[in-house]
């Protein structure tokens, strides 16, 4: 009997297992491949977006430091400053005739008329002095002289009797001659005592003290009862007044040298004093000492003033404007363009490179006149050159500036070196 179970067929793998098994091979390694690319495009993303915004910041910080770097400058050209320069010096006033008043004569003040203070014309008698001494020396010398005279006379008759019987031989040629030479002593002595006589009352003048020329008593150092010594200063003498003539004041002032030349005789200046806020008086050069004081390197300039109405005294401390022309060309800038470094003075502007860069350049300058807004410059600078307004006070020469403002000229500035 047949077994009607099926027959088991045999297990048979397909055909393509051998080659699936090929073909699995590859597929893991252009998966790895992949995944690499990926991770390598991942990661230069990464790189990219880290570092190049860092480079760009780097970059943008060193354009931004080295704009920071350089500073921001405001400049203008200078403007034609005043044709004339005001210089104000430091003067004294002086009285145009000052003089002590000195005794002639020994004695003792018996009355004085005038203190300080007061106004006296030429000739007023201002002291009295009694002179006991010189009264007596003045009656003796008026004897000696009445003496001499009839000495003299006596002298002159026997001369003549002499001469008159000289021809009868009845006295001798000697004798004639010495009564001649006697007669004409007699007449010398007549002669010296009337000098001494005059010289005598020349002194007793000077009893009386007058005032030699219009003015003021400036000192009295005398009162009534007090021994008067004849003299000057110096020898013991004693000084009654002091007067001091200020119709006409003299003000005395030092030019510096380098302006000696630029002081005319008859120019104007004027004058100012403190306790004349706001005020000037005019006066005139009238003289120079044509010497420049080595000591000093000034020239002493003499300026009259006419002082009738009373208002300035002698002693005053004065300040002196003269109006003179600057040397060179005169410039204008502001104050605050002025740089003050230890070589000196300096003034910051504008150039242009070859390479087209802007660059400062620091000046060496001479000033004129400053009124505290602007300053004129009298040497050192260019009516075209580009003038930094402010600078920064570590500005150097050479370094770039940016020029930020460039006004054409700065009509606005009002011109320094007039007088008020």
Not at 34 to 41: D, E, P, Q, R
Not at 43 to 72: K, M
Request: charged share 20%; aromatic share 6%.
């Amino acid at each position: 009997m047949q077994d009607a179970s099926p027959t088991p067929t045999p297990r048979t793998q397909p055909a393509d297992c051998a080659g699936g098994r090929e073909s699995q091979g590859p597929l893991p390694r252009r998966a790895a491949v992949k995944a690499v690319v990926w991770l390598v495009a991942i990661g230069a993303l990464i790189a990219i977006v880290g570092i190049v915004p860092r480079v760009l910041a780097e970059r943008s910080l060193a354009r931004r430091t080295e704009a920071g770097a350089t500073p921001d400058v405001v400049a203008a050209v200078p403007i034609a400053g005043s044709p004339t320069l005001d210089i104000v010096l430091p003067g004294n006033v002086y009285a145009f005739t000052d003089s002590p008043i000195y005794a002639r004569s020994d004695g003792y003040l018996r009355k004085w008329l005038f203190d300080i203070g007061a106004h006296v014309h030429k000739g007023d008698l201002l002291a009295v002095i009694d002179t006991p001494e010189l009264d007596q020396q003045l009656s003796q010398a008026r004897a000696d002289l009445m003496t001499a005279r009839t000495n003299a006379a006596i002298a002159a008759v026997t001369s003549a009797r002499y001469q008159d019987l000289l021809p009868s031989e009845a006295v001798s040629k000697q004798d004639t001659d010495t009564a001649a030479s006697q007669s004409e002593a007699a007449k010398s002595a007549v002669k010296s005592a009337a000098a001494n006589v005059a010289r005598l009352e020349s002194l007793q003048t000077f009893e009386r003290i007058y005032a030699p020329f219009d003015g003021i008593v400036t000192a009295r150092n005398v009162d009534v009862g007090q021994l008067v010594t004849a003299g000057t200063t110096g020898g013991g003498a004693s000084q009654l007044f002091h007067m001091a003539a200020v119709a006409t004041l003299r003000i005395y002032v030092g030019v510096p040298q380098s302006y000696g030349d630029a002081v005319k005789i008859g120019m104007p200046v004027k004058l100012t004093f403190d306790e004349f806020p706001g005020q000037s008086f005019e006066a005139r050069v009238v003289r120079t000492s044509k010497y420049i004081d080595p000591a000093s390197r000034t020239l002493l300039v003499e300026a009259d003033y006419d002082n009738h109405a009373g208002l300035l005294t002698p002693g005053a401390y004065v300040q002196v404007h003269f109006t003179v022309k600057p040397r060179g060309t005169s410039l204008m800038v502001p104050s605050s363009a002025l740089m003050f470094r230890a070589e000196g003075l300096r003034i910051a502007v504008v150039v242009t490179s070859p390479s087209g860069a802007t660059l400062a350049r620091l000046l060496p300058v001479t000033l004129g006149a400053d009124d505290g807004n602007v300053v004129q410059i009298v040497d050192g600078l260019d009516a075209a050159s580009p003038v930094i307004q402010n600078p920064p006070d570590a500005l150097i020469d050479g370094e770039p500036v940016r020029l930020v403002q460039m006004p054409a000229r700065p009509d606005a500035h009002q011109a320094p070196g007039k007088g008020t």
